[in-house]
């Protein structure tokens, strides 16, 4: 018999079958090895929620207040661990899943409605803060996804943006454009992506007044998931306006020239508790 290395391997063992007396060790080295398993590899990528400054994050001799509390990632929990069994189940339910910071090549920045003016205008501003420059991986929540020249001129802050998602309140059903997205209470509840059904299930409605200086014009279309994106993403092309450069004379970093296009991929997410297997009758109850 192979002997597990580490708790993740003595979980998929204790699943597999392949350890066999599991069940026999005492219950709170059990538990202790589950707890051990809980969370996913330190490798997977996970999702830090941009949440506005309290208090204790400002610096008293600051004079000028933090934008944004600590970056961090709660790290999701394992989801092999939700389907061995029911014992590890529950314990992975009650456990405490670690936190770590945030990394901008892997992990995803989630923007929430109530953040996004002040991540676009204050951090990725032109006296924001450097490390925006790093980040690969950004979410928007529905409401944010077509707020006019705000995210085009944060763009020029993006240097390494490879992904942009939108985030919606739900994977079914119908939504306004600007319902908001409720954040899990869970926080690290994994942000997945839409399937390629769900995307056309997906109906997102707009009716409202658009108010300009030239007057008040209707906006009436409903789409799906797909459409959404196309649209999303040519509103952003058309308000990045690559040919006059934005701010400062600078170009926007992740314009590709030769397509006309921003050199970004497009996805649609929704803050999802993972699925759990049923589990399979005869020692599985452990």
């Not at 892997?106 to 450097?130: A, Q």
Request: hydrophobic share 40%.
């Amino acid at each position: 018999m192979t002997t597990p290395s580490g708790p993740q391997e003595t979980a998929s063992a204790a699943q597999t079958g392949d350890f066999a007396q599991f069940s026999r060790l005492p219950s709170d080295i059990r538990h202790e090895i589950w707890r051990a398993a809980s969370s996913s590899p330190a490798a997977t990528p996970g999702v830090c929620i941009f949440t506005m400054a309290k208090p204790e994050h400002c610096g008293p001799t600051s004079h000028r207040p933090a934008v944004h509390a600590p970056l961090v990632v709660h790290e999701p929990v394992n989801p092999a661990l939700l389907a061995t069994s029911t014992e590890a189940y529950d314990i992975a339910q009650r456990s405490k899943t670690p936190t770590r910071a945030y990394n901008p090549a892997t992990d995803i920045l989630y923007i929430p409605k109530d953040g996004f003016y002040n991540f676009t205008g204050g951090v990725c501003g032109h006296l924001g803060e450097p490390w925006v420059a790093d980040i690969r991986h950004l979410a928007l929540a529905l409401p944010v996804a077509d707020q006019g020249l705000w995210l085009p001129i944060a763009l020029l802050r993006l240097a390494s943006l490879k992904t942009l998602s939108i985030v919606y309140p739900a994977a079914s059903g119908t939504c306004g454009c600007h319902d908001d997205v409720l954040l899990p209470a869970d926080s690290s509840t994994p942000l997945r992506q839409l399937t390629e059904e769900e995307r056309a299930d997906l109906t997102i409605v707009a009716d409202y007044e658009y108010e300009t200086h030239f007057g008040t014009f209707p906006i009436r279309w409903r789409k799906n998931a797909d459409e959404h994106l196309t649209l999303v993403e040519r509103e952003l092309v058309m308000n990045t306006l690559p040919n006059r450069r934005i701010l400062n004379e600078e170009p926007v970093p992740i314009w590709d020239a030769d397509a006309r296009r921003l050199a970004l991929r497009y996805q649609a997410r929704v803050f999802e508790p993972l699925k759990v297997k049923t589990f399979a009758s005869g020692g599985r109850d452990v």
